[in-house]
């Protein structure tokens, strides 16, 4: 299940490494030491969507801003939306809470068109840093999405599991993970799965730290979904 968490319209601008801002925001609505904090996520986390302002440097909104929260824990998404609207909570300077809606998406049986919503962040066995410009890293991000899908879930069906990686713009962005400045990929993936693994594959998200703003996915035909 997808949230998009809508923020009241604003001239205000953000940073373009806001995944600090959004993860904050989220554990303060879930509670001081919640059961989620420093564990591992079983859902996935947006950064704000917005277009960059190239003469400040910053996310610009011509509409509301807005950010997304992918799981399939129920109990999870039901405190976000209560917390919310209670209006405890300060998302940032200038920016507050006005609304919420479930984005709904489909997955096919066999095979899915996935695109990164946010850029996904991978690492080796070795706890080495790669990009789409390593080699191997589709071989890498294959074997780390069937390890993350079996230790979420030992039961689904992974015998046919694939995935492919469309090579668009061999794109990879500088960003941050925490104070660390990091390297994420853009990627287009096409995955065969049975439908239940897509679709756990897009409550919880590709590769690591997806809790902070990384890995979030969306089906490649819902473009419109989420951009104008």
Do not use: W
Request: charged share 25%; hydrophobic share 30%.
């Amino acid at each position: 299940m997808r949230l998009k968490i809508k923020l009241k319209k604003t001239n205000k601008e953000l940073p373009i490494n806001n995944q600090h801002i959004v993860a904050g925001y989220v554990h303060n609505l879930l509670g001081r030491d919640n059961e989620y904090h420093n564990s591992v996520s079983n859902y996935c986390i947006s950064t704000v969507i917005g277009k960059l302002n190239k003469k400040t440097n910053s996310l610009m909104f011509s509409d509301n801003p807005c950010f997304y929260v992918t799981s399939e824990d129920a109990k999870f998404l039901n405190k976000i939306i209560t917390q919310a609207f209670s209006n405890k909570h300060k998302f940032y300077d200038g920016f507050e809470f006005e609304d919420f809606e479930f984005v709904h998406e489909l997955f096919n049986n066999k095979f899915n068109r996935f695109n990164t919503l946010t850029p996904v962040l991978l690492k080796d066995d070795n706890d080495k840093e790669v990009t789409i410009k390593d080699k191997g890293y589709n071989k890498i991000l294959v074997n780390n999405t069937i390890k993350k899908l079996s230790n979420y879930n030992p039961k689904l069906d992974l015998s046919k599991f694939d995935m492919d990686i469309k090579h668009i713009n061999k794109k990879y962005i500088p960003l941050k993970n925490g104070k660390a400045p990091c390297n994420a990929s853009v990627i287009m993936v096409d995955v065969k799965a049975n439908q239940e693994v897509a679709e756990t594959l897009y409550n919880i998200g590709l590769g690591k730290s997806t809790g902070y703003g990384f890995g979030t996915l969306y089906k490649n035909e819902n473009y419109k979904k989420y951009f104008k």
